[in-house]
């Protein structure tokens, strides 16, 4: 009997039927074979079920979950739920794996002990290769590192130890249109060590209709104050790391998402109005200090145009 651990592959899917076998493909392919795959269709309206019921009969590998609309963090959660594995694995169903990905997080997760592997990824859009990510490379207690964006852990990058989720009692939290995993990889990466792979071997698909889109990240801000109360509340030994966890969201990720809200309203020509401030205070953009990272630099560079070519004030 193979003694290897079994990696259940989590994959949501809503109307991506033309990305979805193609998806799935990826995963079959991996060197490491001993998996399952859990995908969740969450209301699909598109003939994407048939594509993946016809794989479905030349592996059975494949595990496919119907359930009426609930989105992506309950197909997730159902997923979860449904799943056998000692490891977990998160791919998002337009998205696409290269073929060594998951033997090498495994080995990584064995070589380092640690709960949990991210590698590197690459954005594309059709046959036109993108950015890759992230710039820099960090191991252990990486989650001060992910809050300050000097790292990228992207979803479909991460293979985790099942039990530091159910033994946890972590979910994805329903009911969110934009940053809905942030949560759940943020509680993963305060409770655990997370290990890398240094290399790409991951793409995340980049759909030409979502390229120009913004989305409004304003109630990001009332789900970073929750997770500061769950910080806060979580029993850990570790009492440096909380504090210092809890600091960097006080004065870089509040702020930096307050700036970001700011700078689309404001180049927008709309005025800020009384909604707008109660959930973004304009004393989180003045509250900003950069880290040492791109992203850190464009935000302030971003902040000193708030304050200085729009003239924002600190009414608040």
């Known amino acids: 009997m193979d003694s290897s651990p079994l990696i259940s592959v989590i994959i949501p899917m809503y109307n991506t039927r033309d990305f979805i076998e193609q998806t799935v493909k990826s995963v079959l392919a991996q060197t490491y074979s001993r998996l399952e795959v859990i995908i969740v269709d969450d209301g699909s309206r598109d003939d ?4 993946v019921q016809a794989l479905q009969r030349d592996d059975s590998r494949i595990k496919y979950i119907y359930q009426e609309n609930q989105g992506v963090s309950a197909a997730r959660n159902n997923a979860v739920a449904n799943s056998s594995g000692e490891y977990l694995a998160f791919l998002d169903s337009d998205d696409l794996w290269k073929p060594d990905k998951l033997e090498k997080q495994l080995n990584r997760i064995k070589a380092t002990g640690m709960a949990a592997c991210y590698c590197g990824y690459q954005m594309f859009c059709g046959d036109e290769m993108g950015k890759v990510f992230p710039e820099r490379y960090f191991e252990g207690s990486i989650l001060a590192e992910v809050i300050q964006e000097k790292v990228s852990v992207w979803t479909s990058t991460v293979v985790v130890k099942k039990s530091v989720v ?6 994805f939290r329903p009911g969110l249109n934009w940053s809905e995993d942030m949560e759940f990889f943020c509680k993963l990466m305060y409770l655990s060590s997370f290990c890398c792979v240094r290399e790409t071997l991951a793409l995340y698909r980049q759909r030409p209709n979502s390229l120009s889109y913004l989305p409004d990240r304003a109630p990001e ?3 970073w104050k929750d997770i500061i109360n769950w910080i806060s509340s979580v029993s850990t030994q570790n009492k440096y790391d909380r504090q210092r ?8 990720k509040l702020p930096s998402i307050a700036i970001f809200c700011t700078y689309q309203k404001l180049i927008s020509g709309e005025a800020p109005d009384e909604d707008f401030l109660s959930k973004v205070p304009p004393r989180l953009v003045y509250d900003y200090r950069p880290s040492l990272s791109t992203t850190g630099f464009k935000l302030f560079v971003k902040k000193l145009l708030i304050l200085y070519k729009y003239r924002y004030k600190n009414k608040v």
Do not use: H, R
Not at 166 to 171: Q, R
Not at 245 to 252: A, G, N, T, W
């Open 48 to 51: 994407g079920a048939k594509l």
């Open 245 to 252: 966890i809890l600091k960097v969201i006080e004065k870089y």
């Open 166 to 171: 159910t033994d946890n009692k972590i979910e």
């Open 221 to 223: 801000i009332g789900l």
